[in-house]
């Protein structure tokens, strides 16, 4: 059985638009998917409805076995990481505390309330910053680094949940060409390593291409492809984009990276 | 240059500084000889002691409105004085429109002496001065919330972008120029919420000021509280509060309109 | 002459709004003179009395009232800072039930906001009143007056610095499976500390000033003196006590300006 299995996923918003239409996407553990597709196609609702931060509101989303439901968003959410575009840390807490943040949902209120953590913890924190190399900012204040270091900090925090699954929303959108290679081999390492599934949303195709086992696109809402990076030719590149075979050049890939 | 163990944690000075507090707190609670099982009978006692307040007796009901009118009326007067003396020397404690350093010095401490004494201590000073009644009462208001105002204005003007007094100082414009047609406009929508806040605050002092003899509601709550009649003063206090409330309201209901 | 000018409308002509909002205060204001006395003849008769009363203060200072007033002056700054720690301690939760971001229930969020705004409406100087008369004389009724008023506005500061923290540190903490009130205590409240260190200094400031006049009503503070040498024109004292009132706060305000800028390097805003 696929690790995570979506079935006719639809999502509505409150005000009526349908961001997704009928999703059905079986995933296999230990995979490095990346998700393309044009702004406002669908990709963060789809990632924010595998954790529920905005549920599907129809269908059903299967992770490990488990299904989401009203009840076990929280427990599903301990071990499923989240890496976000603008990175989404407490600024005024420093790096260490903002890793640690990944063990709370292991513990009690009453220890959370005097920010107190248990020693393996602050272990498993530790290792989280050795991963990402960050371990010489452990006690540097979150909004003291650069953007790149920042969203390093991010996945140590996905990494502090101990997670089977991280899914990574635009990781490098904000990010410059260095860093964002590094954060995407980061993330690489980390699934071939540890045998984490990752999911990402991206926008440069060569990326995909080059990082990813396994590529889907989404287009207003619906699966458009789906398949390796070798089947990902320019003219279904072009068919994902909407926009025609000539068109597609360095140039317009270029500037859809950065929409 | 990645490092491969944890830097040690720097001293982290909060505790210090908290228990530092505490035995300060511990100090003056000693120093003024409050023990907290005052504080608590203080509150059972409080239950036994509103209960005497019962029904309010609205009997007075005319002379106490007639009060309470006196009392806003002198909380408008105070508080345009304070608008007029604070527009008036505002421009000369803005850094950008002050004709020179020392008039700045000047103004600032003129504003700060003027926010320093409390207005129900100028009252007192004031009712002295020149007898019983609301006059001095209005004053007093009118010079400590000018200090507030001129304050207020004078950041006002500075937070003005200096491109636009640039724009008027090209053209040749003078000192009255740049204010009107500069610092006015762009400093409208902040200053009338300054002078509601200022209004709002007036309108719960005013309520006091009789306390010294000042004019307003205050002194017939003290009087009533003197001679243990509970039921008056519950209806004195319900009058003061009703009117408040709604001043807060009507003020809000105004700001929102202006947003 | 006169009608060769215009104002820089369409028509040539102010405003509407710009003539209502300087006509009709106006008229209130001369509707009202007669309520607070304002007139020529008071005026006129006011200043000669005003100046003969400063005259008066031109005494040496009564150098045995020193011990006196200063101890009162540090009953009026101990009853201060315990009040407006009191007042921390009780604001910080119920300004988290009054953050419509972090309140467990709309409904709770509803009563805690009100609640908030009926202890604030009053002054000080009303509760104090009331608790004078409940406990008798002395700092308790007046600490206690004071904390519950400082409650009413710092949980309403608080409630207000909760709503605008930025929601993606939020989303990021609950994207981990933790609970609200861990998110409340690991976002929201430490993105609020700069906000919430900026009423504080506010609230001081109130504070203070308020203290040194809870004892016009017996409640503690310089403030009692103040009215019986007022009561008995012991000018001495008067001048003595003003000034050291007026140091006392101007030192505070010297003082939270440096903080603000200093520990805090100008992101403050409040007020
Ligand atoms: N909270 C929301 N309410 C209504 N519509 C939304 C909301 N969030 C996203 N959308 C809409 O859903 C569509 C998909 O959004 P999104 O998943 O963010 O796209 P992508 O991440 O692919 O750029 C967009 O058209 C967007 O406008
Ligand atoms: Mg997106």
Redesign the interface.
Known sequence: MAYISLTAVHKTYPNGYCALKNINLDIQAGQFIAVLGPSGAGKSTLLRAM?A?DPATQGEITIDGVTLNKKN??????????V?Q????????NVM?NVL??R??E?S?LS??F?LFPKTDYQIA?AA??EV?L??K??SRADKLSGGQQQRV?IA?ALA?QPKLILADEPIASLDPKSSEEVLKLLRKICSEKGITVIVNLHQVEYAKQFADRIIALNAGSLVFDGSPEQLTKAKQAEIYGTTYEETSHDAELVLAYT | ???????S??HNLFPLWLSLALALLWLIIWDLDVAFQDLVYGIADMGEYLSRYGAPNLSNMSSYLHLMIQTLVTAFWGTTLAFIMAATIAPYAARQLTPNPFIYRIARELLNFMRAMPDLLLALIFVSSMGLGPLPGVLALAVHTAGFLGKFFAENMERVPAGKYEALSAVGAGFTQKIVFAAWPSMLRESVGNVLYIFDRNVRMAAVLGLVGAGGIGLELHDALRLFKYNQASALIIIILLTIIVIDNLSSWIRKVLN | MMLSWYWPTPNGKPPLIAVLSVLVPLAVLLLTASTVDMSYNKIFYAIPRMLDFTKNLWVMPDWHYVPQLAKKMLETVEMTLLATALAILLSMPLGVLAAKNASPHPIIFRITRDLLSFIRALPELVWALVFVSALGLGPLPGIMALSLVTVGFMGKFIAESIEVV?A??I?????????K??SI???ML??A??DFIGSLLYILDHNLRAASILGLVGAGGIGYDMVMSMRLFNYERIGMIALSIYALVTLLDRLSDVFRQKALGGILNVH
Request: proline share 6%; charged share 20%; aromatic share 12%.
């Open positions: 954790n931060l968003y929280r427990k599903i959410r301990a071990h499923v990481g989240m976000f603008q990175f989404n840390l407490v600024d005024r807490l505390t943040v990944g709370l949902a513990h209120w959370s309330l920010y530790e910053l050795r190399d371990l010489d452990a006690w991010g925090r949940q | 240059m990645s490092i491969k163990t944890l830097p944690r720097p | 930025d993606k540190a989303e990021g903490l609950e994207s981990t499976g933790c609970t009130f861990q205590l690991y976002a430490p993105q500390v700069p």
